[in-house]
């Protein structure tokens, strides 16, 4: 199980996380949902090791979360809003390149990894074109199959439809829910109500860097009213896209 | 006016200075390439004091001429006793020279690369050094390239400064034709000719090489 307890971020004197806890068993999904600038994908990437958090803890089956390149890489996948993909290498490459050089995989079984990966990702009669060639749907699938290829058991996604066509969306809610059936302990963040809709898991809404209210999805399914701020958030946002 | 029988006749000595004039060019080239990479890495990645350091060296090379810097470097070598031909110490002025102002090109182009591209090679793990090989300094060399150009054409039309510590590259092989033909305009002509010939050929060659870099790019 992932437990982040009191977690709190200062950037530029600003406390961009406060005091944040939270907990994903392996095999669920944790929903970061809120506005721009709550402080969602500052926890996606404290979590990821592109931040480093001035207090609090996270521990994945009790033991902290290396610091470490390489410990986090193996711990932590992180899928980026906008995929962050190398551009000037091949599909192929963008599995292989990290498996071999972050994880010390040998050429041929770098690439016999990422051929599976490819494969499952429906990515493999594009191996050799580059990101620039693949639609915004097939690079989010490349995004994730490159961050699934060192197989950590975390995986975070920043807004993993902010990039993407809407129809896209359910397609989006698919992978992410697959990923949990797998055992991975999926965090997701993101402000598209749509999938948030689509998704199995426990949400968790933040406001100014903090958890305002939580819930498993299902509970909010049958009582929308009884969590009001996550019911609120969820309506106007519906309201806005409409 | 222009005499191009007398041109006709002392082409093998212009072409020898020329072959000497690009033989400056290359070794100033990979001193500046080398060099300034690295200075443009340290420059935009490495601590204060580096990046200070860095700042300040390349604000004194490019704040004084290269003519001075070739003479004052040429009479180092004498004083200090290094045992430097004229050539090398040409090639080793004009080299640092330059590396100044491809470590500012190479800088430009490394704060160019999209944060994404670093960030995404820390999650999963790739080290540094890495990074900014593998993923960083293409993305910047395909940016900087058509600066990257117009530097080494520069660095062609500088080496004619290396006559001046008496190295026999072209511009100081023609004056050697000019003092047996009294034909300055002609000669110089020819002089002139021949760097556009190169410095035209190296401009081609920066284009078509920047084509096939960028063959990966959105279609």
């Known amino acids: 199980m992932l437990i982040i ?54 521990l994945l089956d009790g033991a902290p979360i290396s610091l470490d390149g390489k410990s986090r890489s193996d711990a932590v996948g992180m899928v980026f809003q906008h995929f962050n993909l190398f551009d000037l290498m091949t599909v192929l490459e963008n599995i292989t390149f990290p498996l071999i050089k972050g994880s010390g995989y040998s050429q041929a079984a770098a690439e016999k990894r990422a051929h599976t990966l490819l494969t499952q990702f429906e990515l493999e009669e594009f191996a050799q074109r580059y990101p620039g060639q693949l639609s915004g749907g097939q690079k989010q699938r490349l995004a994730i199959a490159r961050a699934l290829a060192q197989q ?16 896209l969306a359910h397609a989006v809610a698919s992978q992410i829910q697959q990923l949990a059936h797998e055992g991975y302990h999926v ?36 009582n929308r009213s009884r969590f009001w701020k996550i019911s609120e958030f969820l309506r106007k ?6 | 006016m222009i005499d191009f029988s007398l041109i006709l006749q002392a082409l093998p000595t212009l072409l020898r200075g020329l072959i ?24 935009s990645l490495g601590s204060p004091l580096v990046r200070a350091i860095i700042g300040i060296y390349a604000a004194i090379i490019r ?71 593998y993923i960083m300094l293409p993305h910047a060399v395909r940016v900087v390239l058509p600066a990257l150009g117009n530097e080494s054409v520069t660095l062609v039309k500088d080496s004619s400064l290396a006559s001046l510590i008496g190295v026999m590259e072209l511009y100081k092989e023609g004056q050697v034709v000019i003092s047996l ?39």
Do not use: W
């Not at chain 2, 002089?191 to 078509?208: E, G, P, Q």
């Open chain 1, 187 to 222: 965090v997701v963040a993101s402000h598209d109500t749509k999938l948030i809709e689509a998704l199995t898991g426990k949400l968790y809404l933040m406001e100014d860097g903090a958890i305002a209210e939580s819930c498993d999805s299902e509970e909010f399914r049958l």
């Open chain 2, 20 to 43: 000497v004039s690009l033989e400056i060019a290359f070794g100033a080239l990979c001193i500046g390439m080398i060099g300034g990479t690295i200075l443009g890495i340290g420059q």
């Open chain 1, 237 to 242: 946002d519906h309201t806005t896209a409409a």
């Open chain 2, 63 to 133: 704040g004084t001429p290269m003519l001075i810097q070739i003479v004052f470097l040429y009479y180092l070598v004498s004083v200090t006793g290094i045992g430097l031909s004229p050539f090398a110490t040409a090639v080793i002025a004009i080299g640092l020279n330059s590396s100044a102002y491809v470590s500012q090109i190479m800088r430009a182009g490394i704060l160019a690369v999209p944060r994404g591209q670093r960030e995404a090679a820390k999650t999963l793990g790739i080290s540094s050094r890495d990074t900014i090989l």
């Open chain 1, 152 to 167: 950590p058991r975390i995986i975070c996604m920043d807004e993993p439809t902010s990039a993407l066509d809407p129809l």
């Open chain 2, 181 to 219: 033909t009294y034909d300055a305009l002609s000669t110089y002509c020819a002089i002139a000719a021949l760097y556009l010939l190169v410095t035209t050929t190296l401009s081609f060659a920066v284009y078509r090489l920047e084509i096939f870099l960028n063959r990966h790019a959105h279609h």
């Open chain 1, 5 to 58: 307890n009191d977690l709190s971020k200062f950037i530029r004197g600003k406390k961009i996380l406060n005091s944040v806890s939270l907990s994903v068993e392996a095999g669920s999904i944790a929903l970061l949902m809120g506005r721009s600038g709550v402080g969602k994908s500052t926890l996606l990437r404290v979590l990821a090791g592109l931040e480093t958090a001035d207090s609090g803890t996270a």
